[in-house]
């Protein structure tokens, strides 16, 4: 089954706890970004990767980094969490680009206390 | 600086009627734009596009009109159906980017 997967889909961390959520996708889609979803603000994208080792800023990157070893897997790391991290967060994938169908993940809500 | 705006953040409508959602933006440079439907405690899944060279897309009982002298896209589904209670986000690409800018989102709620 085609699909975008995300891991963990809950987590509770504290101030300052290096966190990893992990993202993979089994379509062999060349873009994969992450977005977090904020009430009365919809989704805003983080990071994006067009392909392997191409990495790019979205509007909100800030506290956050990626990474694309693999075509597969896209990492989202949160070297320092901080309270206002506390969201939730998607993963997607599409085969070339933002403008193609959009594959989303389940998604991730982290709680930073 | 909300470039998307879904001004309606939630709408009720009955069963078998139509339902309009809206949403306006600012940037002339968006170039594509979309549909995004979500059910809770799942991620967004596609309902439909439209290019910027179009002014309608159709399919099913899903219609997206584009107004570029307006500024203003909307999603109709006619006719409504339980299923299709979700929130809905509008979302757009700036041309040359490869990024999605999304709305808020409305919560749709069709009654029986």
């Known amino acids: 089954e085609a699909q975008v997967t995300q891991n963990p889909r809950y987590l509770i961390t504290v101030t300052g706890k290096k966190l990893t959520v992990t993202c993979s996708q089994n379509m062999n889609h060349e873009y994969m970004s992450w977005y977090r979803q904020d009430p009365g603000l919809g989704l805003r994208q983080i990071y994006y990767s067009m392909n392997v080792e191409v990495t790019d800023k979205g509007d909100v990157p800030e506290g956050y980094k990626v990474s694309r070893k693999e075509k597969r897997n896209f990492p989202l790391i949160l070297e320092s969490p901080s309270p206002n991290q506390t969201s939730l967060y998607f993963c997607?994938?599409?085969?070339?680009?933002?403008?193609?169908?959009?594959?989303f993940g389940s998604g991730t809500q982290l709680s930073v206390l | 600086d909300q470039q998307v705006k879904q001004n309606s953040p939630s709408l009720s409508v009955q069963e078998g009627r139509i339902s309009i959602l809206n949403c306006d933006y600012t940037?002339?440079?968006?170039?594509?734009f979309l549909w995004y439907k979500k059910y809770p405690a799942e991620g967004p899944t596609f309902l439909i596009s439209?290019?910027?060279?179009?002014d309608k897309n159709e399919d099913g009982r899903f219609t997206v009109f584009l107004n570029k002298s307006a500024k203003h896209l909307s999603l109709h589904i006619v006719p409504s159906q339980p299923g299709d209670s979700a929130v809905y986000f509008c979302a757009t690409r700036v041309q040359g980017a490869q990024k999605l800018v999304f709305g808020q989102g409305t919560r749709l709620t069709i009654n029986p």
């Open positions: 439209i290019s910027s060279i179009k």
């Open positions: 940037n002339s440079m968006f170039d594509y």
């Open positions: 997607a994938s599409s085969l070339v680009g933002p403008g193609e169908k959009l594959f």
